[in-house]
């Protein structure tokens, strides 16, 4: 089985900090990249696609390195309501059954 | 905008017994799909259907059976449910079975099979 890789935190950080964390997969032929934010005891809920190039949405910033096959996110002036699990998610097979989700990234935002 | 409904939110089961998770969407999505999330381990695919009509394996689909009624319905069923089978289990759709688009969830059924 593809493998998806996380560090499963928690990453404690104090509001307005700026955290970051990785995620590494093992395909190397793997096509798709997203973040998904679930909120406890909730569903998950798409954050963001991770393109080539890498890519930003308000405070979060996704990036994707190919070479070393892993992606990040960085959030920058972080909100308490930024406490979540980010989920990486990566799609190595072509078809949406080739998604591979990640066990997550447990983030607590301090005031 | 109800997006991916599925019922019931919790159920519990004596071994043995049999249930049918039940799932809509109501966004004309072509695909759709069932997880189960177990503490500790990432999203498990179940089972999913690509288009109307269509049905296939996921990763983990010893144990369950599903139905594509039609294009908004897409159900999950338990013959004979045993405890290795508690776990908080999703529904999702997508416009398109390519994996290159969003999922959309429903709320999760948590199941306790005891």
């Known amino acids: 089985r593809k493998e998806v890789e996380q560090d499963p935190g928690p990453f404690n950080v104090p509001e307005g900090a700026t955290v970051a964390f990785n995620c590494t997969y093992s395909n190397s032929a793997s096509q798709s990249f997203f973040w998904y934010r679930q909120d406890c005891r909730k569903e998950p809920k798409l954050l963001m696609s991770?393109?080539?190039s890498g890519n930003e949405d308000g405070r979060f910033t996704a990036q994707l390195n190919r070479a070393s096959q892993y992606i990040s996110l960085l959030i920058r002036d972080s909100k308490l309501s930024d406490s979540a699990t980010y989920l990486c998610v990566v799609n190595g097979e072509g078809g949406a059954d080739g998604l591979t989700f990640g066990k997550g990234t447990h983030l607590i935002i301090q005031p | 905008n109800a997006g991916v409904t599925q019922t019931p939110k919790f159920q519990v089961l004596k071994t043995g017994q049999s249930m049918t998770l039940q799932c809509a969407q109501d966004?004309?999505?072509?695909?759709m799909y069932w997880y189960r999330q177990d503490p500790g381990m990432g999203l498990r695919l179940i089972y999913y259907s690509a288009s109307e009509g269509t049905t296939d394996k996921g990763e983990v689909p010893n144990g369950y059976n599903v139905s594509r009624l039609n294009k908004r319905e897409f159900s999950l069923r338990l013959e004979s449910a045993a405890p290795s089978q508690t776990s908080v289990y999703f529904c999702?759709?997508?416009?398109?079975?390519?994996?290159?688009?969003?999922?959309?969830f429903g709320s999760g059924t948590q199941l306790s099979v005891l």
């Open positions: 991770v393109y080539s």
């Open positions: 999702a759709s997508s416009e398109s079975p390519t994996g290159r688009e969003k999922l959309f």
């Open positions: 966004m004309n999505h072509n695909s």
